[in-house]
């Protein structure tokens, strides 16, 4: 019998990418349906890492909760106190003096730097390069160090407080610090350099995981993704909160939108960072002590609210904060972090990439999933959304 018609039929593969997997450091899971090596669909799975933080905060007083926020994400800790802290000083009406304003800034711009040269070595490590991974994460202890100096702590900063800072630097610790700045910038310019020139690199992340200027606006991307593809958006800008307004330093952004120009971005802003550190420590006002005494803070929190927002290392980062007036604890934290809206919002990038390009485009993101986790249960079939008790999730009886 001789063949009239040919009928074809697209068969895809479902791979999951996650929750645990040696490209994604984090616990995300990617389903991928690839159409041989095309991929043809993305559907994004979280909620393995939910803690609860925004109810933890309503059941502690408001000065624990500046321990508590900090614990949001190891990686950017400062920022996430400080949009708090800062959100509770508007309700109280406290302000602190300029020299705390500048030491809180020079605390989240090394943050800045430790978190983009990590995410850059992870990238390096991601399209092969693990030598390259290794010397990035060796000069990243310059930075790791001076932050220990100013914050006491290599990691987990502590540092900001309502009205001020927990620490003051002296003569010497500036001078410790600006010599780890000079000492780490040639290195930064080497990497740069590295990325911009190696054939290799620029062949494997150029033209991968374009998102043009439309799609930033239509989906909410913020942070290093929104300006490598050429929206000049920074809160630091726009809100001029705590010195920043008093800093000199550029917005950098690049037009081409693709996976290689998000890298290139976080390398320029490393080097900004570099620059805005060094002239905090030359400029640093002495209008007073930067820490103020714990014991006279405000004990009583008239009713009220606060938004706030500071430009973290992967973008915006808003804090709602609302007093009652009634009780030292908050009656309402909202937190809503850059990773939830780039993670999130990032299916149509996949598309038409090849399996291989997945992990590249991912760590682009620089996703933290330790920020963004929310818990919203939709029961599909009945077609309802309802919240689930901290106690159930805390894993005790409702």
Not at 72 to 101: M, S
Not at 108 to 131: D, K, Q
Not at 191 to 218: N, S
Request: aromatic content about 8%; glycine content about 6%.
């Amino acid at each position: 019998m001789a063949v009239t018609k040919i009928v074809e039929v697209s068969i895809s593969a479902e791979i999951p990418i996650g929750p645990q997997h040696p490209a994604l450091h984090e616990p995300l899971l990617l389903r991928v349906y690839a159409d041989g090596e095309e991929v043809v669909r993305v559907e994004i799975n979280t909620g393995y890492n939910h803690r609860g933080i925004e109810k933890l905060c309503e059941k502690n007083t408001f000065y624990k909760d500046i321990f508590i926020v900090g614990r949001v994400c190891g990686i950017c800790n400062a920022v996430h106190a400080n949009c708090y802290v800062r959100a509770v000083e508007q309700i109280l009406g406290v302000e602190p003096n300029n020299r705390a304003k500048y030491l809180r800034v020079l605390a989240m711009e090394l943050e800045r730097i430790h978190s983009h040269m990590l995410v850059n070595a992870v990238m390096a490590e991601n399209i092969g390069f693990e030598n390259l991974f290794m010397q990035i994460m060796l000069d990243r202890e310059m930075v790791m160090k001076a932050k220990e100096i100013l914050t006491g702590a290599r990691v987990m900063a502590d540092f900001m407080m309502v009205g001020g800072v927990r620490r003051d630097i002296d003569d010497v610790k500036r001078a410790r610090l600006k010599d780890l700045l000079l000492k780490l910038r040639p290195k930064v310019e080497y990497y740069k350099k590295v990325f911009e020139e190696d054939e290799t690199i620029f062949k494997r992340l150029a033209g991968v995981g374009v998102v043009k200027r439309r799609d930033v606006l239509a989906h909410g991307l913020l942070g290093p993704v929104a300006r490598a593809s050429g929206v000049r958006i920074d809160s630091r800008v726009s809100d001029k909160y705590d010195a920043y307004g008093e800093i000199p330093f550029k917005v950098i952004t690049r037009d081409e939108g693709d996976t290689w120009a998000r890298m290139m971005v976080r390398w320029d802003e490393t080097l900004e960072s570099i620059e805005m550190s060094i002239y905090i420590l030359d400029k640093l006002p002495s209008d007073g002590s930067p820490v103020p005494d714990e014991r006279k803070l405000p004990r009583r929190f008239p009713p009220g609210e606060a938004f706030t927002r500071v430009e973290a290392p992967r973008g915006e980062l808003t804090y709602y904060v609302m007093s009652d007036g009634k009780s030292l604890n908050p009656y309402r934290v909202k937190i809503r972090t850059p990773s939830f809206n780039n993670i999130i919002n990032s299916t149509f990038m996949y598309l038409k990439h090849t399996i291989a390009d997945v992990p590249v485009i991912l760590t682009s993101l620089d996703p933290c999933i330790s920020c963004m986790e929310r818990a919203t249960v939709i029961d599909l079939e009945k077609g309802v959304k309802y919240t689930v008790p901290f106690k159930v999730i805390a894993g005790k009886k409702p």
